[in-house]
């Protein structure tokens, strides 16, 4: 798991999208956020692997998966294309966990696309607005500006911007394999795309069906997350019916990279019982 690269690709309707597969036991799908990629779950999915079939993929316009112009990488698109995944997989009713967009993810092709999940975990997800950071909205306001910024500001906006997103210190070594997959030409567009299509109606519309949810939930939040602060957590579990809500110390938005032990040995004991 230290040098992390998907070996499998899946072309999409809307582009190639890479994935990987490890481990051995009942199915279970890790979906990440925004500004991240399945690298994000190197150390947690290496955990759950001991006892489950991990999948884990790069949304399309993220990682490694295709980066281009013109492409709907909304939560709508992926939502879609996350239905068509499972399929491609031959997954019927896995487990899935869920970070960030990576939870709205989720949540909307659960009740919206009507897939079955045997239980769902929640990371620090966007699920209930209003969201937007000030940043979000500066750049889907000027959009053509940003991806005409100079390669070297560029760079030191995103690596700022990430840095909000853990709570211990990150060293630029570390950082660097969080930032690269938006760097050059076609990275830099991407970050921009990406932000400038996140839109609050796809978590608007799905809202209101959280009380629908049968199965277990589990949501885990960074005690110290500066992008969704915990409050959001305690409203998001008194509207899904069958959740429980637990803090992670010492964590903030990106918590597993802050606590990955702490989220591994918690997911693990969720999904076995």
Known sequence: MTDWALRERWESPDGTIRY????????????????????????????????????????????????????????????????????????????????????????????????PFSAIALLDPVALGPWGSPFFRLVRDHVGVFQQIPAAIHQAIVAAYLRGAFHRPMSDEALASHVEPWL??????????????????????????????????????GEEDEWIPPETGRRLQARIPHSQLQLIPGAGHFLQEDAPDAVASRLARFFSS
Do not use: M, N
Not at 64 to 88: F, I, M, N
């Open 184 to 221: 050059g030409l076609e990275g830099q567009d991407a970050f921009y795309r990406q932000i400038a299509q996140a839109d609050q109606r796809f978590t608007d519309e799905v809202e209101p069906l959280y009380e629908e949810i049968a199965v277990p939930v589990l949501i885990l939040w």
């Open 20 to 115: 990987d597969v490890f481990g051995e036991g009942p199915g279970l799908v890790l979906v990440h956020g925004t500004p991240s990629s399945s690298y994000i779950w190197r150390h947690v999915g290496a955990e759950l692997a001991r006892g489950w079939t991990v999948y884990v993929y790069d949304l399309l316009g993220y990682g490694s998966s295709e980066k281009r112009d013109g492409q709907d990488v909304s939560l709508g698109a992926q939502t879609r294309l996350l239905a068509l995944l499972l399929d491609h997989w031959g997954l019927e009713r896995p487990a899935i966990v869920g970070h960030d967009f990576g939870g709205a993810i989720t949540l909307r092709t659960h009740l919206l696309e009507r897939r």
